[in-house]
């Protein structure tokens, strides 16, 4: 079965950075769209950032555009997030799905336990 466990959180203060990881299995990973949703408390989960299935097409949500950085590792079927100039505004529990591209919704109904990013101010 489709399985997501997300790591790399933690409390940092602003403008400190921060890398999260996502390993991924149970589905063929290489073929699929991958990206980053963030879930704030109190506020639906928002697509942050997306990568084509092999690297070669990013996009980012405009509230991280120039701040994050998605990257993914067929190989060991991984997707990265590098945060840099962090901002309290990025606090969320932070997850990885797969993506549909144009909508930038998540393309699987199941989702890992998620990494609780906070960021101080």
């Known amino acids: 079965q489709v399985q997501l466990v997300e790591s790399g959180g933690g409390l940092v203060q602003a403008g400190g950075s921060l890398r999260l990881s996502c390993a991924a299995s149970g589905f063929a990973f290489s073929s699929y769209a991958m990206g980053w949703f963030r879930q704030a408390p109190g506020r639906d989960r928002d697509f942050v950032a997306t990568?084509?299935?092999?690297?070669?097409?990013?996009y980012y949500a405009d509230s991280v555009k120039g701040r994050f950085t998605i990257s993914r590792d067929n190989d060991e079927n991984m997707v990265y997030l590098q945060m840099n100039s962090l901002k309290p505004e990025d606090t969320a529990v932070y997850y990885c799905?797969?993506?549909?591209?144009?909508?930038?919704?998540?393309?699987?109904?199941?989702w890992g336990q998620g990494t609780q990013v906070t960021v101080s101010s």
């Open positions: 799905n797969t993506v549909i591209l144009g909508n930038y919704i998540a393309g699987f109904n199941s």
């Open positions: 990568i084509g299935s092999h690297g070669g097409y990013t």
